[in-house]
């Protein structure tokens, strides 16, 4: 016979490695360059201030801007779609928190009962003296539950829940990025082709001009039909540029609506007063290329759900362990 000593010690030695069932996750470790290639000529270039990282598009100095992506990132159906996401992972955290605890369900009733008297028992209390045949009944149930984590199957799905609510979390501000990059990427868009329609406008215009000096001195014969042809060529070729710039214009607009979730030409009235294309703010430190990486919220999502996938799957092969104890108490009163 095993003195005690020893078999509480193994006993704690075969719990302590159950509950560790599972490979625990690491992180890998991937070597990265200290440095940017071309680090050196961003760093020189003359540029606006430096935006702050979490409102970068205010870095461009267009009030306009800031405003769509403000409205961007409060009406926007996708970011409202990430943050249900969120809260549903955050529920799944606590349901997953709350499996390591003890549950438990009490019930009780209350009843006027009433005691025939044609019954073989009503016949035999109706004989008894003082027997009442009306009483009241009291009963109350008190059941619970507690999974015991022998095999660690519970803690490895409250990992697996947590990893998953922060992977929901950098999916969120993923999907703030992504639309408020998008946003200010249409913006430009809008104020580049419009700058492009302006000029091409402009050029129909100095092209006619030319045309009709052409003429005037192929008139007088003091100019070749070839260079009437010619102008009339780069005329229509101009002409040709306006309507796609137009068609580009307004789909860039359209897109920018359903961006900020309205309808399309919400905005359209807002955007035709026309603007120059704002300057780039100056890139913010970014760190090593190591530290940029880490930051990035795809990354996060995509190293936290393989987090969530370590060891659960093992974990709840071994089985569970659960107790279940019940309570019942009963009173009749007459």
């Known amino acids: 016979m095993l003195p005690k000593p020893i078999v509480a010690a193994a006993?704690?030695?075969?719990?302590?490695?159950?509950?560790a069932v599972g490979?625990?996750?690491?992180?890998?470790?991937?070597?990265?360059?200290?440095r940017f290639q071309g680090q050196s000529a961003v760093e020189q270039r003359h540029a606006a201030a430096e935006a702050e990282l979490a409102t970068w598009w205010t870095g461009f100095g267009?009030?306009?801007l800031t405003r769509f992506v403000t409205l961007a990132l409060?009406?926007?159906?996708?970011?409202?779609?990430?943050?249900?996401?969120?809260a549903q992972a955050?529920?799944?955290?606590?349901?997953?928190?709350?499996?390591?605890?003890?549950?438990?369900?009490?019930?009780?009733?209350?009843?006027?009962?009433?005691?025939?008297?044609?019954?073989?028992l009503g016949r035999v209390l109706n004989s008894t003296p003082g027997f009442d045949r009306h009483g009241n009944d009291y009963e109350a149930d008190?059941?619970?539950s507690w999974e015991l984590d022998v095999f660690g199957g519970l803690r490895r799905g409250r990992e697996a829940a947590l990893a998953d609510y922060q992977a929901s979390e950098a999916a969120a501000v993923a999907s703030r990025l992504a639309v408020a990059a998008q946003t200010a990427d249409l913006y430009i868009t809008i104020r580049g082709l419009q700058g492009r329609l302006k000029v091409a406008r402009h050029q129909v215009q100095t092209e006619q001009d030319l045309l009709s000096t052409i003429n005037l001195l192929y008139g007088k014969g003091l100019a070749a039909e070839l260079q009437v042809r010619q102008a009339e060529g780069a005329l229509a070729q101009v002409r040709a540029?306006?309507?796609?710039?137009?068609?580009?214009?307004?789909?860039?607009?359209?897109?920018?609506?359903v961006m900020l979730g309205s309808p399309p030409g919400t905005y359209r009235a807002e955007l035709l007063d026309g603007g120059d294309v704002p300057a780039a703010p100056r890139i913010a430190a970014t760190g090593t290329p190591g530290e940029l990486l880490r930051r990035r919220p795809d990354l996060i999502v995509a190293e936290r759900r393989l987090a969530a996938s370590c060891g659960v799957e093992r974990a709840h092969r071994r089985g569970h362990c659960r107790?279940?104890?019940e309570v019942l108490a009963e009173r009749v009163d007459r």
Do not use: K
């Open 11 to 19: 006993l704690a030695a075969f719990l302590s490695t159950g509950c």
């Open 23 to 34: 490979p625990d996750y690491v992180r890998p470790d991937i070597a990265m360059p200290q």
């Open 62 to 64: 267009d009030p306009q």
């Open 74 to 86: 409060a009406q926007n159906l996708d970011l409202a779609q990430a943050a249900a996401r969120v």
């Open 90 to 120: 955050r529920a799944g955290l606590g349901a997953a928190n709350a499996a390591l605890l003890p549950s438990g369900n009490v019930t009780g009733q209350a009843a006027r009962v009433y005691q025939s008297v044609e019954t073989p």
């Open 142 to 144: 008190f059941n619970a």
């Open 241 to 257: 540029t306006v309507p796609v710039f137009e068609a580009a214009l307004d789909a860039a607009m359209n897109a920018l609506d």
């Open 323 to 325: 107790v279940l104890p």
